[in-house]
């Protein structure tokens, strides 16, 4: 290296000490503050409510909007999540249920919401993941809801029906589906293991790349990985979570069929979120079984000009041929137009149900 460019470059990592140094105080600084938001909660008898969806959300939209550059909002978004992760882990450790095993892309929604602090409480199934917030044992859930590709996550709808959680977030996480295997040669893979919703995604690229390998369908993709790391002629398909976690190399990137493949995640708690400005309600309703019943349900949201953004139909399991309709409304259940709605709505539906209102995703 030059003389040159070696001072030229000393004086710009001294700035970049002198920076870290006051970063680094000022993470402190702002540590601290979070634990006497947490103390002040404690007196009044707030302590089990020290995570703040709505306020977390509103500090995100805050730094998004006042962000000039260069650094990309995601990446603000990214670190300021981990910056709230650590700062409530000193006042509580958030315990975070999931479909597990470590590895699946519940897992990578997980620490996107919650932040590398929280505590992973990976769970064999979806049902494993509510009872665990239900009896106590972890503070919150996450669970798919709806992929953009597949449509809704069945077993996920259906306990939101009986449950007594609330939903108190969402996640959107862009699903990047990999072949993964320590197989280095297409040919020799004879059987690909995944979960069913993965292996439907990347359905036209396995007819038109491996359309003899076997599909075989698991719990999870992480199990799939785990397979493909101690089998021969096995592949997986799979996050990078997964490949990183079983050191599988990637025989084929990105192979879901649709290029904006999604997941939407709810996290669910004891309780939903306070109003952060930005808000989504969901709810599960049904009507009498009769002509323009749905008709007739739906007025109340064009009465008070509440938006829908989602309305899903799943068979109510107690009769043949009756169904539910989940329903995703614009605006928190305080504001007045939604009160309104739901007042309204609660005089002409057969069932209510009010699955709790929430921030929407921030990205
Ligand atoms: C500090 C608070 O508690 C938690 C930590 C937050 C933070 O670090 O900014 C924000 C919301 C809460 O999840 C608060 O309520 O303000």
Known sequence: MSDDLQK?????????????????????????????????????????????????????????????????????????REVMSACLSLEQP?????????????????????????RLLPQASIDDVFREVESAHAHYAVVPVENSTEGAVGRTMDLLLGSSLKICGEVVLRIHQNLLSNETDLSKITKVYSHAQSLAQCHEWLNRVLP???????????????????????????????????????????????????????????????????DKTSLIMSAPNRTGALYELLLPFSHTGVSLSRLESRPARHALWEYVFYVDIDGHRDDPTVKAALDELAGRAAYLKILGSYPVAVY
């Open 94 to 118: 958030l315990g975070v249920a999931f479909l597990g095993p470590l590895g699946t892309f519940s897992e990578s929604a997980a620490t996107k919401h919650f932040g590398h602090a929280a």
């Open 212 to 278: 003899n390998a076997q599909r075989i369908s698991v719990g999870s993709n992480a199990q799939a990985a785990q397979k493909a790391s101690e089998e021969a002629g096995v592949a997986a398909i799979a996050g990078e979570a997964a490949a990183t976690r079983y050191s599988l190399p990637r025989l084929a990137e990105n192979i879901e069929d649709e290029p904006n493949n999604t997941t939407r995640f709810l996290i669910l708690g004891k309780h939903d979120a306070g109003p952060s400005g930005r």
């Open 8 to 80: 030229a470059l000393a004086g710009v990592r001294a700035e970049i000490d002198g920076i870290d140094a006051e970063l680094l105080n000022l993470l402190n600084q702002r540590a601290r503050c979070a634990q006497k938001v947490g103390e002040i909660k404690a007196e009044h008898g707030e302590a089990g409510h020290i995570y703040r969806p709505e306020r977390e959300a509103q500090v995100l939209r805050r730094l998004q909007d006042a962000n000039p550059g260069p650094l990309p909002n995601e990446g603000i978004t990214f670190f300021f």
